[in-house]
């Protein structure tokens, strides 16, 4: 899927990126905490698993077509007055390219790749893919180790909180888990902009009790600000 579909599915449009910024700024400004919103098409490239897919339909649909072998002879024959002895497996040759042509492009569709990838590849994809956006954007190098990821992969239909080590020592998993299973709601429910706003007001209320914001002057911004739309890898 490529980023401008998914944006606008989301119904995420530029005003809507500023607001989610700007409840951001006002969520780490309870905390000394910091928060990295990001969100992605798609976190891997699943063609392998299209084209097993597809390759197994086509086989299957060659297996289904065999005992009919004679009929389609016969139907061959009075398409073409007299068929030549190559038609027939030309036929199956065809039939079965087209099927694997066709079901490959179909896979590339979110809602059958959903189905085509196993869910444990897709679960292990994600957080592959959020784990490494979380070193790419710095926030593990946070000042007291204090930055948490909130990942949200749109094709997968599913979200990632990864809290630095400062964090994860004095936050249960589960109130992370919260956060993420209401964002994921808020984004099928078709409010995608209220629920990264929201998300964030819960962050910056979780990080508040543990890491209060310090004095004026020493509490510098580390991190971008607001939610960070990544393309996906070309393979």
């Known amino acids: 899927m490529k980023t401008p579909a ?7 449009a530029e005003d809507s990126l500023a607001r989610i910024a700007e409840a951001v700024r006002n969520a780490e400004a309870k905390t000394s905490g910091e928060i990295a919103l990001a969100l992605i098409a798609e976190s891997g490239d699943y063609s392998f698993w299209e084209l097993f897919f597809s390759v ?24 073409f007055w007299t068929a030549p002895v190559w038609q027939l497996p030309a036929f199956f040759g065809v039939t079965g390219f087209g099927i694997v042509a066709i079901l490959f492009m179909a896979a ?44 949200v992969s749109y094709l997968e239909r599913e979200v990632r909180v990864v809290a630095d080590t400062g964090i994860s020592g ?26 990264f706003i929201r ?8 990080l508040a009790q543990y890491f209060p914001a310090e004095a004026e002057g020493e509490n510098p911004n580390e991190l971008r600000d607001g939610l960070t739309v990544l393309e996906a890898d070309e393979w």
């Open 108 to 151: 590339n569709v979110p809602a059958l790749d959903r189905i085509v990838v196993p869910a444990r590849v897709r679960s292990a994809t994600v957080r592959h893919r959020a784990f490494r956006h979380f070193a790419e954007s710095g926030v593990y190098a946070t000042a007291g180790h204090s930055g948490v990821l909130v990942f």
């Open 199 to 206: 998300a964030a007001e819960r962050c910056g209320e979780l």
């Open 6 to 12: 998914m944006l606008k599915r989301m119904r995420l």
């Open 56 to 79: 197994t339909a086509g086989a299957l649909a060659f297996a289904l077509l065999l005992p009919f072998s004679p009929a389609i002879a016969a139907l061959l024959d009075r398409a």
């Open 170 to 195: 004095k936050i249960s998993a589960d109130l992370w888990k919260l956060i993420a299973d209401e964002l994921a709601t808020g984004i099928k429910g078709g409010g995608s902009e209220a629920a």
